[in-house]
Structure formats: structure tokens, C-alpha cells
């Protein structure tokens, strides 16, 4: 069984600075680690996976994470946000045999406003 | 273009009234899932799909059914739906194939209200 820990709720954050959103998770299993985004009224979007390899992972929108398998961390960065980065993110992991469909297991999400 | 659609989008009902979602996906998928967000909780697993006609229980399956008898769809079914189950829904799908790319393609969501 996996879990996943989304240690803020909410992060305000002035436009133009550095933001970071903690993720935390814990398996029996090896895994695989995604961050979604959902803005305001709208589905899921991909911004990054980690599969294997570097454990620094560069996604869209000039998001990046880095995969530290020792404290079972996954946060995700932004050096300079903008108002448009302004959503909810979702921390999310799978494990690596493929079972139950290929399911996540999602944190609770972190709601990010960008603030002028 | 590849997509996962579902409908409706919005949806507004009343105890007890029996009501379908429907999904569907392009991209040849064998793995479908549902899942229902509710604040602070994230994205739960409602049920899976490993191919037609293999569906199992995922996490919070109590009050909901599904049905895969076609590989493109997979729809979920609320046949006497409560007030708890207000929530906004996600389908799923993702490549069973070895080897493929690891991936959940999300659908745009459906917003369900119980009254």
C-alpha cells in the first residue's frame, strides 16, 4: 500500500518569487512519482514524472523536482512564479508492477495563489 | 487527438435517482479508472478496468458500479445516488502494455451534486 503527504494546504506566494511544495510518501513497494496540476475549474495536467534515472526531473512551465529516495521526498520547485501558476497540485505515486489499473494514490493537494 | 471525454460535465440530481457517467478514451488503452476528488483528500480510486470485462473494487467503491464491455468505455454508475457522493469525478486510462509509457491520461472531469 502506498500514501502520499501534501505538508501544506495553501501557499501564497508574491508574483516573481521562488516557491517549493513538499511532498512526502511512503510505500512497501519501488515507485513511480507524478505532480499534477489543476487550474481553477479545470482536469488534470501532467507537469512531471519521475521514472527513473537523474533524480533532479524538469517538467513544464519551468516547474522541476527532485527525487530523494532516502527521505522519500519529491518536492517540487519554481525559482520565479507567475500569476498564471495560480492552482491546486497534486502529488501523486504508482507503484511499479502494474496492478489495479495503474493506480495513483494521491496527496491531499496544495492550493498555490500567486499573489501581485 | 488523444483524449479521454466524459459526460456530462455538470450534473445536478436528486436522492435516490439512478444516473449514468459515461467515459471514453482513443488511444487503445487496456487500464481504465474513476476516481472522485473531494477537498483535502486528493483524487481517490472509485473502481478499475485491466481490460474488457475485468473490472475490480478500488478504494471507495461503496454505492457505485461500472461495466467495461467495450475496450474504449467505461462508465460509472450511481444507481441510487446520496448526497455523499457529491463530488467532482475524474476518468482515467493508461496502456497496459510493457514497455509503454507510464502514464494516467485524465478526462475533463464531471461535477455531480446530490441533493
Known sequence: AQSVTQLDSQVPVFEEAPVELRCNYSSSVSVYLFWYVQYPNQGLQ???????????????NGFEAE????QTSFHL?????????TAEYFCAVSGMIKAAGNKLTF?????????? | EAQVTQNPRYLITVTGKKLTVTCSQNMNHEYMSWYRQDPGLGLRQIYYSMNVEVTDKGDVPEGYKVSRKEKRNFPLILESPSPNQTSLYFCASSS???????EQYFGPGTRLTVT
Open chain 1, 107 to 116: 496527496g491531499g493537494g496544495t492550493r498555490v495563489l500567486v499573489k501581485p
Open chain 1, 77 to 85: 520547485r519554481k525559482p520565479s512564479v507567475h500569476i498564471s501558476d
Open chain 1, 67 to 70: 527525487f530523494n529516495k532516502s
Open chain 1, 46 to 60: 501532467l507537469l512531471l514524472k519521475y521514472l527513473s534515472g537523474s533524480t533532479l526531473v524538469k517538467g513544464i
Open chain 2, 96 to 102: 497496459g502494455t510493457s514497455g509503454r509509457v507510464y
